[in-house]
């Protein structure tokens, strides 16, 4: 769940799926449908859909695998992820590196070589993070690590006069905020028109597909050309709302048109739900709280209504 996104937004997310689904079996024995649900707001469907998948292999495994480079067997488990679980849950001596490590071992090192992606810092870093680990509590050191590159060791502002490593750190006199040095990805504009079409007490929404990378199966205002439609085809007047939002290194800006509700809508993915279902219906995060302001604001009457 921390992925890409803080710990304080994460926080309720956290405790409703636990509430949920407490153990693999709970998780394993839910519908597809009820784990999105309860991943709806976090983004990057596919990591639900990952954990979902790894809940069902791993009741039927026995033991449960101590070694990371089993647990890297499952889809969607990573290097990091995978260490992660195997030193907390089994003092399986391997090093955990993330964003945090990486920025606490280059300033321990003084390291000043540009970073230009996370695959080229993990593999500098790595085999120093495995060996300084602690071989005896690797579970406590890598959590310790975590801990300090989280309130410590920050990227801005780090607190130098109260770090337990500031002795041997490297960094700590030469401007550590420098450390890592990375350049910034190269950042890609785009400008997506959707359209805002109700019908009846109905708004029209389109269903990404299985295949869809980011939001496989998440329901979304559906884009102009998903309707037939074209800019040239709506009335002379400006979009009901624009907004804006980032997915990776992109940042999209999407304009949402008014539509009348007498087009013809064919294909599949297409459906239209009744405002009272909308709260039921498993919708990407932004669009979700975007139908809720045009809702509000614009519709006079409430996203449940």
């Known amino acids: 769940m ?4 803080q710990v304080k937004t994460v926080l309720p997310y956290w405790t409703r799926w636990m509430e949920r689904f407490p153990d693999f079996r709970a998780l394993a024995q839910a519908e597809e449908t009820v784990v999105l649900k309860h991943w709806e707001g976090l983004g990057y ?21 101590r070694d990371a480079a089993s647990w890297r067997q499952f889809k969607g488990v990573g290097p990091y992820t995978a260490a992660a679980i195997t030193s907390i849950a089994f003092d399986t001596p391997v090093a955990c590196v993330d964003g945090n490590v990486i920025r606490i071992l ?75 040095r990375k350049i910034p990805p190269k950042i890609t504009m785009e400008l997506c028109h959707r359209a805002w079409v109700e019908r009846e007490g109905c708004l029209l929404l389109r269903r990404a597909e299985a295949r869809s990378r980011r939001l496989a199966e998440i329901l979304e205002l559906p884009t102009l050309q998903a309707i037939g439609l074209s800019l040239e085809r709506l009335p002379q007047r400006g979009p009901l709302a624009t907004r804006k939002r980032g997915i990776g290194n992109a940042r999209i800006t999407e304009r949402i048109w008014d539509v009348p509700g007498a087009i013809e809508t064919k294909g599949s993915e297409l459906h239209w739900i009744p405002f009272g279902q909308l709260e039921n219906e498993t919708l990407s995060g932004p669009h979700k709280r975007w139908i809720k302001e045009i809702l509000q604001t614009q519709r006079g009457h409430s996203f449940e209504s």
């Open 106 to 180: 280059s300033r321990l090192s003084g390291d000043k070589r540009p970073i230009t992606n996370n695959s080229q810092a993990l593999k500098r870093y790595t085999p120093l993070a495995q060996a300084w680990l602690d071989p005896v509590r690797p579970g406590l050191h890598n959590e310790a690590l975590m801990e300090l590159g989280a309130t410590v060791c920050t990227k801005g502002n780090p607190k130098c006069e109260v770090c337990p490593l500031g002795s041997i750190c490297r960094a700590r006199n030469h401007n550590p905020e420098r450390f890592p």
């Open 2 to 5: 921390l992925q890409q996104t």
């Open 45 to 65: 469907y596919s990591r639900a859909r990952n954990l979902h998948r790894l809940a069902r292999q791993i009741l039927d495994l026995d033991p449960i695998p």
